[in-house]
């Protein structure tokens, strides 16, 4: 059965110093279901464990005695100010970490000077996500599009209204929903309304889990040409999220796209699917022109500061953080500020050592970096 998270089995926040700390204490105290919701993966993990391992292939080549007393981590995404070059990924059904959900992620982030990047699945409703933030302060959407596309037209006709979304990430890593055994494992007779707004009563009947019950409006029949139909619908700035190769990130450059999100989904798409780091890698070496055509972010095993850092040498804008973000809802809005904050010191530590003092000029500066590894 799916039970709340039970707060005296939780570490104090304070205890927790880095990100994976954040997951270690959700396996500890979440409810079996959220963890093997959020903690897993498609199939046999690969990818998944290739993202994190490979970010530890790339090695920095410091610069020393450069006056590192004063440094700055900020950016601009999207035409947004932030202060760290970071977005929390977009995760359905935060609910299942905490009570706050995705309230807690908007109010951390703009805490932070960092941006939440809130789901089509969210628990919440886009109106109540706005509102745990300042006013004026920015958010990204993650579309879905719906297989009823009249849904996703009413959705982007409410965003023309809502002057704090500053861009849309369609994600197209995720045609179906891919197999997440931990999930399908876990059978519960809970309904997803406990965790998701405006959902009907589905529940878990054919063993298909939280995530491919969430998932089953998802549209598969979209294709290329639905960017210019999307395009028709909305003068948001367009992300696509997902792109795992190359070729892809050109054909988004020429539909016109603002952007792309380097990212196969944290591992819960198509198993053995590269690291996202290398796909990057793939993007300097067959399309350097696209980084600066549009803007290039990557997700999927982002763990240190430090490799924010490599990803912004490497010429990406901004870079997602998924999990351990999910995982701090379990502490509320201040688990989300901490586990900010963890990023923010580790990032400006690895900057000052690394001998950089402004980040945004040394966007795509390989100078920094020996990728022999890779
Ligand atoms: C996700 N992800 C995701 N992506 C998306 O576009 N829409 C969504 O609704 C979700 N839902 C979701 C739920 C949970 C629990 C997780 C862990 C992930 C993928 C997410 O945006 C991101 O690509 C990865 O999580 C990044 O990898 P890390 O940082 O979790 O390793």
Known sequence: TVSEP?????????????????????AKSGSQKANAYISGASNDLLTYNANKAFWQKLWFRPRIM???????TKMTMLGCDVLMPVWICPMGIAKTAGPEGETALGAGAAASGIIHCMSTTASYGVEDILASAPKTYPFFFQLYVDKQRQKTEAMLKKFETMDQIKALFITVDLAVVSKREADERIRTQEPTSVYMSGQKNKVDKKGGGLARTTGSFIDWALSWEDLAWVRKHSTLPIVVKGIQSAADAKLALQMGCQGIVVSNHGGRALDSA???ILVLLELRRDCPEIFDKMEVHIDGGVRRGS????????????????????????????GVESAAAILQDELETAMRLCGVTNLD??????????????
């Open 274 to 276: 590269p690291a996202s």
């Open 6 to 26: 039970d707060p005296n089995e939780r570490p104090p926040l304070s205890s927790l110093i880095n990100m994976d700390d954040f997951e270690k204490a959700f």
């Open 361 to 374: 000029a040394v966007r795509g500066d390989l100078s920094y970096l020996n990728t022999s590894e890779l």
């Open 307 to 334: 490799d924010i850092l490599k990803a912004i040498l490497l010429g990406a804008r901004g870079v997602g953080v998924g999990r351990p973000f999910q995982c701090s809802v379990m502490y509320d809005t201040e």
């Open 66 to 72: 450069r006056n590192v007393s004063t440094i700055s």
